[in-house]
């Protein structure tokens, strides 16, 4: 079989069986829960599925703290359930990624506690210890506000263990081949079950030096040897970094090691200009964006985490958090919204749907967060990220069609007041609205996927727009152009510019298009406020 870029054309749904569809009762989402909703991913029109950590733990980070690597965390299914999951979604030709969450374990984990019980064995070795404190203790802290250093002492060994994340989640040592081989375990484990490839967890956290660990030679050779151990599995198999660091940094992580990156840099400046109302910031980091062969990024609005700001300036970062937290509680870790995307646009429907032709049309793969199709909200009374880990809003029955169970029996948080509660915002009701927000998603899908070749294949280019409210971009392929101009202004923007095409090219309107002229090679349209509108522009020959 050939091997083919598959997830060049793909649309990607990201999800945690846990708030996803209780199936069996219990009060928690489950394996057999999402089992049940394939149709409805189909019907969307996705074509892959990033399922967030299911593996054995203690649900202190809703499955990052891991307690074991080979075994489904039993509130969550078995592995024969996951073995049917992987069968249904062939046959509905959905891959599967999964969540390789390697640069810590749980201070559950066997590991850890045979480290801490038998210092002599080689598990000690597998974690990163010290006796004294470092001066520096709090260098690479990822959750300030919560956690006050990277070191957490041990009383049973007398000795401190490093953390990126959270006390309870020590960092495993990476500079370390035994575990090392470890981790190819794991991924021999996982690509054997049929799963089409990982987003690795923390990448860039896993590569660095940390206290008295030192990598020997070129960190970044790890990523070679774990894509080429996914590809021996599977040639069409993927490797998606999750790293939320400078653009200049991403080709030390692609062009043949992984197979593309979670695009957080463009992400900040999706916001920025969201909070301006001007085109300009998105536009500058699109030129900064390197876009090479081989660099591909996958596009996302929200994730399951916070909307780290972190790659905007100061006063940039200040801009985007008077505008869309005005409060205390919306932010977090002193860097961050942690918001769902419908409340943080204050439930605008034409802004939102602006966000989603963001989504679906610039350079990338797009990545829906689940519930976000229907405009999802979030529950501030809820601690750090758990805000936007609400249970999925299915319809405006009890526990909102997610689960069967007495409402006092539900054990995943459920938005139950306010304008985002399930009696307002659910699937059921959108899929009979033609003008919801959910159809809108699966019009724009349609269209991605309709024209696929083009954002796949073509040229991409920046087009010079005259107003700082509009952002135009296009993909060339062959004799014809797909044009799509987007305006941030709350108010209309007319726009008249010069196109890179010939003097009788001819235009014809697409998404939401607004009434334009194509006069010898120049285009006129009004945009209405926050308006799109997507073209295809084709040459006479």
């Known amino acids: 079989m050939q091997k083919t870029d598959w997830f060049k054309k793909a649309i990607v749904y990201s999800l945690d069986v846990r708030s996803f569809k209780d199936?069996?009762?219990?009060?928690?989402?489950?394996i057999n829960g999402l089992l049940s909703k394939f149709d409805y991913l189909s019907q969307l029109g996705v074509d892959c599925i990033w399922i967030a950590p299911f593996y054995h733990s203690h649900e202190r980070d809703d499955g990052y703290d891991v307690i074991d690597y080979y075994h489904i965390d039993p509130s969550l299914g078995s592995m024969e359930d996951f073995e049917l999951l992987v069968e249904e979604a062939k046959r509905k030709d959905i891959k599967i990624i999964l969540d390789l969450v390697v640069n810590h374990t749980s201070i559950d984990h066997p590991w850890f506690k045979k480290a801490i019980e038998q210092p002599d064995s080689m598990y000690y070795d597998y974690y990163i210890w010290t006796k004294q404190k470092p001066e520096n203790d709090r260098d690479d802290v990822m959750f300030d506000t919560v956690e006050a250093s990277n070191w957490e002492y041990e009383p049973a060994v007398s000795a401190y263990f490093y953390h990126t994340f959270y006390r309870h989640q020590p960092d495993l040592n990476l500079t370390n081949p035994r575990v090392q081989?470890?981790?190819?375990?794991?991924?021999?484990?996982?690509?054997?079950?049929?799963?089409?490839?990982?987003?690795?967890?923390a990448a860039p956290h896993i590569l660095r030096d940390k206290g008295d660990a030192r990598h020997e030679g070129d960190?970044?050779?790890?990523?070679?040897?774990?894509?080429?151990?996914?590809?021996?599995?599977n040639e069409d198999a993927i490797l998606i970094g999750e790293?939320?660091?400078e653009p200049e940094k991403y080709p030390e992580f692609l062009n043949g090691r992984l197979t593309a990156l979670f695009n957080f840099y463009i992400n900040n400046y999706i916001f920025l200009s969201l909070a301006t109302q001007q085109a300009t910031p998105?536009?500058?980091?699109?030129h900064h964006l390197p876009l090479t062969e081989g660099e591909h990024y996958f596009t996302f609005l929200r994730n399951h985490d916070e909307l780290d700001l972190s790659r905007l300036s100061d006063d940039e970062r200040g801009q985007v958090l008077d505008r869309f937290a005005p409060e205390p509680t919306m932010r977090i870790y002193n860097r961050g919204i942690r918001r769902r995307l419908a409340p943080i646009l204050s439930n605008n429907h034409r802004q939102m749907k602006l966000a989603l032709s963001l989504l679906f049309s610039l350079p990338g793969t797009p990545v829906i967060r689940y519930g976000e199709e229907i405009g999802m909200g979030d529950d501030l009374n809820l601690p750090e990220r758990r805000s936007v880990r609400t249970a999925m809003q299915w319809s405006d029955q009890p526990n909102a069609g997610f689960s069967d169970?007495?409402?006092?029996?539900?054990?995943?948080?459920?938005?139950?007041?306010?304008p985002f509660a399930y009696e307002h915002v659910n699937?059921?009701?959108?899929?009979a609205d033609p003008s919801s927000h959910l159809n809108t998603t699966k019009a724009l899908v349609n269209l991605r996927k309709e024209k696929g070749d083009m954002f796949s294949g073509g040229e991409f280019m920046i087009l010079d727009s005259p107003q700082e409210t509009v952002l135009a971009y296009g993909y060339k392929q062959a004799d014809q152009w797909l044009v799509i101009f987007h305006n941030f202004s709350e108010s209309i923007s007319k726009v008249k510019m010069k196109l890179p095409v010939k003097s009788d090219a001819r235009i014809i309107p697409l998404a939401h298009a607004a009434d334009a002229t194509l006069s010898n090679g120049h285009i006129s349209l009004s945009?209405?406020?926050?308006g799109f509108s997507w073209f295809i522009i084709k040459n006479n020959t």
């Open 527 to 530: 945009l209405a406020a926050y």
């Open 243 to 245: 790293a939320d660091i």
């Open 23 to 30: 199936g069996n009762r219990d009060g928690w989402g489950d």
């Open 405 to 418: 169970v007495v409402p006092q029996a539900l054990k995943y948080p459920l938005i139950r007041v306010g």
């Open 219 to 233: 960190p970044y050779d790890l990523l070679d040897v774990w894509r080429n151990e996914v590809l021996r599995h």
């Open 181 to 201: 081989a470890e981790i190819l375990r794991i991924i021999d484990f996982w690509m054997e079950k049929g799963i089409d490839g990982f987003r690795i967890d």
């Open 427 to 431: 699937v059921e009701a959108q899929e």
């Open 282 to 286: 998105l536009s500058n980091a699109l």
